[in-house]
């Protein structure tokens, strides 16, 4: 099925899907058992029905709309298992018994005989199946214990028993079946044939068991299911006659212990000496008395009263002042104003209803409400003007020792164009705070030494503030830059209280161990600014306080110095490091608590002058959607990386004696930094194995692409005596679909981003380069000036590329045909997809080879310069001669450098007469109809009748959100402005949606929602639209350039015209390029706006004229506004700011 009609049965889907919806949120409440479970059983064939449609849909579709149809996807499916769970919290227990009394009185009228009708069936809790293989060995076990070797019943019985036990795909099989004695057996085998496939099932136990989810912490609870979950994967393995052998023992075993948290697995490798292998018994053995300890540990810590190291009180503890009390009657918090009770509840997990800890409300077990508004908060929450809660006052800021100070409430930043910050924007908080309320007493804060890995692989020591009130984790400029680390790009603000922001220099990874022990390795991203914090602490303490905690293994043994922060750790980072023991030195005295950093001592300590109080907050606004719609078009500043990049290629860059390329990789840091992957790759080649067992057709294609890398020498078998090379990297991989295209229909991708055990990747390591090529915009405007176009692209561009045999162990992969024979493992010897270095080594050789051959072919040297965008050409040539001229360059040129082009197209066929047919876009021998388009760089292209035409996919829905219009407005791909009529009314409906403040998923106004269908349903008539590609009038004599600018109150705009004139006075006038604005929301003058509308035609022609490569005998500039060209022929000193720029 074609997309369109995929489309429309996606609509249909929908359109179903949520009238039943609708329907039964109204009927919930009314329907019995037997109306529950036929609205469930229809929900679910929706799920199967809804998925089906749109897999297929992202398998075809064009791959800047996959991650759309993903979304859809996923948020269809999570609305249905909503549904599905609503259902099944009002199906009672006994809904199965009620099925099967029914079952039994409708019996009466099948053709048994009259002594079995006598039988009263018993009442059964049967297993539900539903046709998923991997369900059935469980299924057929439980029916046939209770009713397959039940002498008791009739085969006609035993049948109704199976029928009603049966749903979806499952039922379907037998419900064709009459019911009589004889069909049972004829209908337990028909299942058993179908579901009783050892492969499918052997594949989806081995999936559910790799998905098990990893242990999050050490919880007793979650060990205990690991376990139990483990053990049943064993048990269905014997009962499929699968012995587990030494082998698949200790394979079972490390998959296990992979799914451990780190403290769990760092006392399991205590446990046994490295010279001995764990058997799978016994690591299950290990995690049941693990699992008794920790539930022993909780209740001891809930009983015991009084001890020296404690973990926890039995008593309530107040989170505010640590009493034994609750929040409501906590004095320092009842102190506080309605405003502060919120603020503090909101930062300390605490719940709004009940105000204890670690809980929502929608999880509250507490029956009271507000006594006020009897809303489901608690009553010291309750603030009478709801709008008082956006007025700025003050709200009492917690520090890291507890006490409070007082401080203006933070007001969000704004985002600009916005008047309220957007919901799908991600703020990241971090506060550090050092009191200054008594002078006498000063508040030690938690720090530690630690030992951080340099870009050398050497360790230095830094010393870092614990904050498990920091969101976010911090590093000072001066330690990364110390440390020699790279810096990313990040779009972060730090507000100081009291004083102007500042924003951060980038982030970081960084790897580091105690100070003590480097057995322990941890890995933090962190965000690097000037300064952290002033001095910890704020003035020396006296030494003796060491002493209060002997010999104990201290974190930062010199916690009483003075001594400025490099690192700050946030809340993220910090719990996962305590381990919860800690030592009290009475009233007033410090404490100190056990981490995996050593002891880090805290709390109340005597001092001497006063203290000072620092009160940090970062801001990190990522609105990924809107920047990317709205981001203005801007020149690249070089980085010294990119120059580096540059300098490598220049100097590393070698050609054998058939003219290929040999590149290195451009690492900016020793490979050697990289860790061990090998477990995680065999890992992950598991997992993908399994997806392709359950589908034959792409699993044939993945073997076909890999034998094709193996056959072609882009990959090879690593020799067994360099197998053992710590000098590696083992890439994972996985198989991308794409049915569109007419030449690989699957490709395999190298995973280069997949961390390693030292928490870096390949892609960490290497220079992403600086762009070679041109931008779009140019290729495009000089591809509408030929009068004979030509496009094509590079076979295979990255796999032509050789890495030099120095660097192909950093690309090593794991493959074997089948799952039964033995890994292996290969090196990639070509460039490869998934490398961050792979477009600009790929863009750049072929820019070397068009510099290297430029005096033996002038033509394709100066194409290949100018007219390829990644691997696609789109050139062309004024005559057909110089066309076949640029063809057979282009062709030599390429196979010089080991290079072939392809998928051949053009206007004009004879340019193509020496093109072999198999490397043309489209057979010559089969007519191509003119409405059939060919897509280049995202354009859709009518080469035969030589026009541009559009694809729009409208997506249906009942309910529209300002996520979903967005998204729809997004799709809207014109590059050169040839829609722009469209497109303004659009942005002009995004202007006015975004003025009613509403969040992602509100369901627009009637009124938004009405404006925006009749806007949509006319989208498709834009399909008809066709344009000439060429803007010249063949053999043109007289070149002009005309633009003209506009506006009104709601946008303005600016288009430029190609005039062309040939010798016979011939003339035609073809728009060229337009760009369009929206009005600012702060209403403007008319003349300002006609004044914008100039500057914007001023910046297109700027940016157009350069790009012409036809000889312009006048540019001419039109405005219809008086004001605005007196202006402009005004000095500019006579007027304000605005009309100077």
């Not at 760092?266 to 053995?285: A, C, G, K, N, S």
């Not at 959607?625 to 490598?648: G, M, Q, R």
């Not at 000098?727 to 049915?739: E, F, M, Q, T």
């Amino acid at each position: 099925m074609d997309i369109e009609g995929l489309l429309k049965k996606k609509k249909s889907v929908k359109s179903s899907i949520t009238k039943l919806q609708n329907k039964t949120e109204e009927e919930i409440e009314k329907l019995n058992n037997v109306g529950l479970l036929a609205r469930k059983n229809r929900f679910l064939e929706f799920r199967t029905e809804v998925k089906d449609v749109l897999d297929s849909i992202i398998s075809i579709c064009e791959e800047k709309d996959e991650e759309i149809y993903c979304t859809e996807r996923d948020d269809i499916l999570d609305m249905l298992e909503a549904i599905l769970v609503t259902i099944d919290t009002q199906l009672v227990p006994s809904v199965i018994n009620s099925d099967l009394e029914t079952i039994n009185k409708g019996s009466s009228q099948t053709s048994i005989s009259a002594q079995s009708a006598e039988v009263k069936l018993p009442t059964l809790s049967l297993p539900i199946f539903s046709g998923v293989t991997g369900e059935w060995l469980a299924f057929s076990d439980l029916f046939e214990a209770a009713v397959s070797n039940n002498q008791n019943l009739t085969g006609a019985q035993k049948l109704q028993y199976l029928k009603g036990s049966l749903r979806s795909d499952a039922l379907r099989i037998v419900n064709s079946l009459s019911i009589t004695n004889d069909n049972f057996e004829i209908a337990w085998k028909l299942l058993k044939d179908r579901y009783f496939n050892k492969r499918e099932i052997m594949s989806s136990l081995v999936k559910k068991f790799i998905n098990i989810t990893p242990l999050s912490g050490e919880s007793s609870t979650q060990i205990l299911n690991l376990i139990d979950s483990t053990k049943e994967f064993v048990r269905m393995l014997e009962s499929l006659e699968y012995k587990v052998d030494p082998t698949s023992d200790t394979l079972l075993m490390h998959m296990i212990l992979f799914k451990l948290d780190t403290n769990s697995r760092t006392w399991f490798e205590r446990t046994f000496p490295t010279d001995v292998i764990p058997r799978l018994d016994e690591l299950l053995q290990f995690l049941a008395t693990q699992a008794r300890s920790i539930t022993s540990s909780f209740t001891k810590r809930n009983v015991q009263r009084k001890v020296t190291l404690v973990a926890s009180n039995a008593q309530s503890q107040c989170p505010l002042c640590n009493g034994d009390h609750t929040l409501s009657r906590c004095d320092t918090f009842l102190k506080l104003s309605v405003q502060g009770h919120s603020d503090f509840v909101k930062m300390n997990n605490v719940c709004f209803n009940c105000l204890t800890q670690f809980h929502g409300v929608k999880t509250c077990k507490s029956k009271f409400r507000c006594k006020r508004c009897k809303k489901p908060h608690h009553s010291l929450l309750y603030i009478e003007n709801a709008s008082a809660r956006g007025r700025q006052g003050a709200v009492n800021v917690l520090n890291s020792s507890g006490l409070s100070v007082n401080a203006p409430v933070f007001s969000p930043v704004p985002i600009p164009g916005s008047s309220q910050p957007s919901e799908n924007s991600r703020v990241v908080d971090v506060t550090s705070c050092i009191s200054d309320v008594n002078p006498d007493i000063q508040i030690l804060l938690c720090t530690a030494l630690i030992q951080v890995r340099d870009i050398w692989g050497n360790y230095q020591t830094c010393r870092c503030l614990l904050d498990s009130g920091s969101q976010a984790s911090l590093i000072t400029n001066e330690c990364i830059e110390r440390l020699g680390l790279r810096k990313e790009k990040a779009n972060a603000r730090i507000s100081c209280l009291g004083a102007s922001d500042t924003r951060t220099n980038g982030i970081a990874e960084i790897q580091f161990t105690p100070h003590f022990s480097s057995q322990n390795s941890f890995h933090a991203s962190v965000y690097v600014i000037n300064k952290i914090v002033r001095m910890i602490p704020h003035h020396d303490l006296d030494s003796s306080m060491r002493e209060l905690f002997g010999d104990i293994s201290l974190a930062d043994p010199a916690f009483y110095k003075s001594s400025p922060i490099d690192v700050l750790l946030g809340v993220d980072l910090t719990l996962p490091l305590l381990r919860g023991q800690t030592l009290s030195m009475g009233k007033d005295k410090p404490f100190a608590i056990r981490s995996e950093l050593g002891w880090i001592i805290g709390g109340k300590a005597n001092s001497s002058g006063q203290n000072s109080l620092q009160v940090n907050h970062i801001q990190l606004v990522s609105d990924q959607l809107i920047n990317t719609f709205w981001e203005l078009d801007s020149v690249p500043c070089a980085k010294p990386l990119e120059e580096a990049c540059e300098d490598h290629f220049v100097k590393t860059h070698s050609r054998d004696e058939n003219g290929s390329y040999t590149v290195r990789l451009p690492f900016h840091s020793p490979p050697t930094r990289l860790g061990n992957s090998k477990q995680n790759v065999i890992r992950r080649l598991v997992s993908v194995e399994c997806h392709l067992i359950s589908n034959p057709d792409k699993y044939k294609l993945y073997r076909n692409f890999m034998k094709e890398y193996l056959d072609l020498k882009h990959m090879e078998l690593v020799p067994d005596s360099e197998i053992n090379n710590s000098n590696s990297l083992y890439l994972p991989h996985h198989g991308v679909v794409r049915d569109t295209s007419c030449t690989t229909k699957l490709r395999v991708v190298f995973d280069a981003s997949s961390k390693t055990s030292s928490g870096l990747s390949l892609n960490d390591l290497l220079m992403v380069g600086p762009r070679v090529q041109p931008e779009l915009f140019p290729i495009l405007i000089q591809f509408r000036i030929f009068n004979v176009a030509i496009c094509a692209d590079v076979e295979k561009m990255f796999r032509q590329i050789k890495i030099h045999e120095e660097d192909v162990d950093w690309q090593r992969i794991l493959w074997r045909d089948s799952p039964t024979e033995p890994i292996k493992e290969y090196r990639l010897t070509t460039v490869t997809y998934g490398t961050s270095s792979a477009p600009f080594i790929s863009t750049r050789t072929l820019r070397q080879l068009a510099i290297d051959e430029q005096e033996n072919f002038p033509a394709a040297s100066r194409a290949t310069l100018c007219h390829f965008y990644v691997d696609d050409l789109l050139s062309g040539s004024a005559t057909r001669k110089g066309a076949v001229q640029l063809v057979s360059e282009l062709q030599e040129m390429m196979k010089r450098g080991g290079f072939s082009l392809r998928k051949w197209v053009s206007n004009d066929p004879d340019a193509l007469s020496n093109i072999p047919e198999e490397l043309k876009a489209v057979d010559s021998k089969h007519t191509i109809k003119d409405d059939q388009h060919i897509k280049i760089l995202g354009i859709a292209w009518l080469p035969y009748v030589d026009k541009f035409t559009f694809t729009i996919t409208v997506n249906e829905t009942d309910v529209w959100t300002k996520r979903k219009v967005l998204s729809e407005v997004a799709k809207i791909f014109d590059t050169l402005g040839r829609l722009a009529p469209t497109v303004i009314v659009s942005k002009i409906f995004l202007q006015d949606l975004w003025s009613h403040h509403l969040s992602w998923d509100e369901e627009l106004p009637n009124s938004l929602a009405r404006q925006w269908r009749i806007f949509q349903e006319q989208l498709p008539l834009l399909t008809k639209i066709k344009i000439p590609r060429c803007i010249l009038i063949p053999q043109a004599m007289d070149v002009q350039v005309h633009g003209f600018c506009d506006s009104s109150e709601k946008a303005y705009c600016a288009a430029i015209y190609i005039r062309s004139k040939d010798a016979t006075q011939t003339v035609i006038s073809r728009l060229l390029i337009s760009k369009t604005r929206v009005s600012p929301v702060k209403t403007q003058s008319l003349p300002r706006l006609e004044l914008c509308s100039a500057l914007l035609l001023a910046n297109l022609l700027h940016a157009t004229l350069p790009t012409l490569t036809v000889p312009i005998s006048e540019t001419f500039a039109w405005s219809d506004s008086k004001i605005t060209l007196a202006w402009l022929k005004s000095e500019p000193r006579r007027w304000q700011p605005l009309l100077i720029e």
